[in-house]
């Protein structure tokens, strides 16, 4: 996913947020929940407004890749197969059901018929297919064309201009689809989930262009239609002709209308919601604010309405290695020296975890015990011999890179702070999300502050996304690589056997670690605020905010 699919934090003190990521499984741990059921059944109509931190960046599922972005896509647009509420599980979708191959190659799914784009074209196969072909497309430039290049059968021949269809899908009839994989992929369903992969109507696409498709006129099949966008505002209503029904037979989504207000200041977000104007404060402003968090705890009445969940999620800084004096590994080392992450977590309100890897302690092949040679401390003096050894004993001058974001950005001043103390001078640039996104996926900051929030359950997402040199530059922003890694994480790809597959990336972290292309700062708590005439809210570790299950109070109407 884009380094930008973020997460909250929640204000705990660290004992306390360390006895909650114990023994954590490959799922987002609930530490509090909020009531979504009044004993009544769901009440449907009604509208509701969210602030966000920022404004879309993409609407086209094959380039949206943050946070925000995904929000949208994921309310517009359907998918084969997603996850059972805030668990890892993957249930049907489109997709009614599925089988997989004895070779673990081939998986065969079986779509729901009757489902329509919302100009009345059929949902068929063929609308997977080109969802496909569009990520494949160097021309859509989509940044995740290495989830499934070379993984599906002829992918890369595609990819290349060598061949005009991807010979791995097929569609034996309208509502069938066959996809064969080069080789067996542990995670391949947890990839489909992604809103990368939704349908799309590719005759439609054609009419109105890719810009426009991209911008201001999607064409989904999802529980909401897009109304209008605009810089400071965007307006979903409800798809009226949406296929899913709840259990008891309510056509879904519940709320008429969703309005998101784009507004950047996360202190007025928190004014909104406690004046009872907002319906919530989840992904889109990436939960309660540290700046308000404290009277939020303090206030009876507002601490009720607090969500709070471990997230699999890690903010870092990252290093570019193909940027000098960054391409020396001695350099990127000293700055792992010399970053005071206890301060940082501190500056955040103490809503945080001190990182020490890439991989959070909720996904399977985190290192308990990190062997103490990567296992850096905070350590001044060792930084500045390190910067010795390189060839820099009077220090060097790097560029700091974040998007817009008081959090990020105080952090950051923390790191050039920090940086200043042992002969690093630095200077800071704060850029608003778009800008920020295409200089950072086409490897063209030095080193930036961001994190990377789980697309799906597996250490792939983390492990493989980062450091592979095939994910370069959209992913692997730091343009790190090295031979043996790749190898390690090609292997794991498609090993099936587990306890391989671990003992592989707990190679990857180690030397990873040695090659210091990132600084790992600390693990996230996502902690949301729910207004309690709002329904249906959970928290998912792969999905967005659940607008399509809320429903509120009649009086709310």
């Not at 190659?105 to 779509?111: G, V």
């Amino acid at each position: 996913m884009s380094t930008l699919k973020k997460t909250a934090v929640l204000l705990l003190s660290i004992p306390t947020l360390a006895a909650a990521l114990t023994g954590c499984g490959a799922t987002s741990q609930p530490i509090s929940t909020h009531s979504t059921s009044t004993g009544n059944h769901p009440t449907e109509g009604g509208a509701i407004e969210i602030d966000s931190t920022a404004a879309p960046h993409q609407l086209d599922p094959a380039k949206a890749f943050d946070g925000v972005s995904e929000e949208v896509v994921l309310e517009l647009y359907d998918q084969l197969v997603t996850y059972k509420g805030s668990t890892s599980t993957i249930v049907p979708s489109v997709a009614e059901r599925w089988t997989v191959s004895p070779d673990g190659k081939t998986y065969t799914f079986y779509l729901r018929k009757g489902i329509r784009f919302w100009n009345g074209d059929k949902l068929t196969a063929q609308s997977f297919i080109d969802e496909f072909e569009r990520v494949l497309n160097p021309k859509v430039n989509s940044p995740v064309e290495g989830f499934i290049d070379p993984i599906v059968v002829g992918s890369s021949a595609y990819h290349k201009g060598k061949a005009k269809t991807v010979k791995g899908l097929e569609a034996p009839d309208p509502y069938t689809l066959v996809i064969h994989l080069t080789q067996p992929e542990p995670f391949f369903l947890q990839i489909l989930a992604m809103p990368t992969f939704s349908a799309v109507d590719s005759k439609y696409i054609q009419s109105v262009g890719e810009n426009a498709f991209d911008s201001t006129s999607p064409m989904g099949t999802g529980p909401f239609k897009l109304r209008q966008i605009s810089s400071n505002q965007v307006v979903l209503t409800k798809n009226r002709n949406y296929w899913k029904k709840d259990q008891y037979g309510n056509r879904l989504p519940y709320l008429d209308k969703v309005t998101i207000n784009v507004n950047p200041n996360a202190q007025l977000d928190a004014i909104n919601f406690q004046n009872g104007t907002t319906a919530l404060m989840g992904q889109l402003t990436d939960g309660i604010p540290s700046s308000s968090y404290a009277s939020f705890m303090s206030n009876p009445k507002l601490r009720k309405d607090i969500v709070r969940t471990v997230r699999n999620a890690t903010f870092y800084l990252g290093l570019n290695t193909h940027m000098a004096p960054l391409n020396n590994v001695k350099v990127r080392q000293a700055i792992e020296y010399a970053i005071n992450k206890k301060k940082i977590v501190q500056l955040i309100g103490g809503r945080g975890l001190i990182a020490n890897q890439p991989l959070p302690p909720g996904i399977q092949g985190y290192l308990q015990h990190l062997p103490s040679e990567v296992n850096y401390t905070y350590d001044p003096p060792k930084a500045k011999q390190l910067l010795k050894e390189a060839g820099y004993p009077k220090g060097v001058t790097i560029t700091l890179y974040t998007y817009e974001d008081p959090d990020m950005v105080k952090i950051l001043q923390s790191i050039q702070y920090d940086l200043s103390r042992v002969g690093i001078r630095s200077k800071v640039k704060s850029l608003a999300l778009g800008a920020y996104m295409d200089l950072n996926t086409n490897g063209k900051t030095q080193a930036f502050l961001t994190d990377w929030g789980q697309d799906y359950p597996d250490p792939s997402d983390f492990l493989n996304s980062l450091f592979n040199t095939n994910q370069q530059p959209q992913n692997n922003s730091t343009l790190y690589s090295n031979a043996s890694v790749d190898q390690w994480l090609n292997k794991a790809q498609t090993d099936t056997n587990t306890s391989e597959r671990m003992e592989l990336y707990k190679k990857v972290t180690i030397q990873v670690m040695k090659d210091a292309p990132i600084v790992p700062l600390y693990y996230s708590v996502r902690t949301d605020a729910v207004q309690p005439w709002v329904h249906g809210y959970y928290v998912s570790p792969s999905l967005r905010d659940p607008l399509q299950y809320l429903w509120v109070d009649s009086k709310h109407k």
